[in-house]
T-cell receptor, first 115, second 113 residues
Framework: KQEVTQIPAALSVPEGENLVLNCSFT??????LQWFRQDPGKGLTSLLL?????REQTSGRLNASLDKSSGRSTLYIAASQPGDSATYLC??????????????FGSGTQLTVLP | DAMVIQNPRYQVTQFGKPVTLSCSQT?????MYWYQQKSSQAPKLLFH???????NEADTPDNFQSRRPNTSFCFLDIRSPGLGDAAMYLC????????????FGPGTRLTVT
């Protein structure tokens, strides 16, 4: 059964710092990996989706990488801002589930960017 | 803007009193999902529809049911809510042409008194 782990559970950084969030998964046979942002009491916002054949995806100050063989992904945030404060979740769709439709989520990293 | 809409945003119900949460989408996506998320936990998939094909997760309690009358709407029915069902309920959509990238609504916060 696929398990997704995100360490650390919480991270606090000063504004302007570049930072990396980590995600690991136990079964490397995946269709894709998705990073989300969740603000308190809100739904999830999709940030980036990386297909299993891709190594990275970029959107603005965000860059997500995927190393499928080692079961790892990182989300790099450049020049962090207080508005980046949120919980970041990664999720994978596993071939063992039989479909790319279903995601297994990590518990997230709660990021606080201090002014 | 194309989006996923959930109503109501906040719902209070009494122990054992049936409640229905609704989700609608203007994205015209084939797949609609319902997740349950408790505080500081990962979202837990309850079930999903691919068009009218219903897919129930093995550990979803019988107390939870869903209906999808058309492409745009999906409902979550909780037949007899218990205190343990208090949570955020998230609806999401996806389609195969976009790698099943999931788009979420704002959620409904359910309180059971």
């Amino acid at each position: 059964k696929q398990e997704v782990t995100q360490i650390p559970a919480a991270l606090s950084v000063p504004e302007g710092e570049n930072l990396v969030l980590n995600c690991s998964f136990t079964d490397s046979a995946i269709y894709n990996l998705q990073w989300f942002r969740q603000d308190p009491g809100k739904g999830l916002t999709s940030l980036l989706l990386i297909q299993s054949s891709q190594r990275e995806q970029t959107s603005g100050r965000l860059n997500a990488s995927l190393d499928k063989s080692s079961g790892r992904s990182t989300l790099y945030i450049a020049a962090s801002q207080p508005g980046d404060s949120a919980t970041y979740l990664c999720a994978v769709s596993s071939i063992s589930s039989g479909s790319a439709r279903q995601l297994t989520f990590g518990s997230g990293t709660q990021l606080t960017v201090l002014p | 803007d194309a989006m996923v809409i959930q109503n109501p945003r906040y719902q209070v119900t009494q122990f054992g009193k049936p409640v229905t949460l609704s989700c609608s989408q203007t994205l015209n996506h084939n797949v609609m999902y319902w997740y349950q998320q408790k505080s500081s936990q990962a979202p837990k998939l309850l079930f999903h529809y691919y068009d009218k094909d219903f897919n129930n997760e093995a550990d979803t309690p019988d107390n939870f049911q869903s209906r999808r009358p058309n492409t745009s709407f999906c409902f979550l029915d909780i037949r007899s809510p218990g205190l343990g069902d208090a949570a955020m309920y998230l609806c999401a959509t996806s389609r195969p042409g976009q790698g099943y990238e999931q788009y979420f609504g704002p959620g409904t916060r359910l309180t059971v008194t």
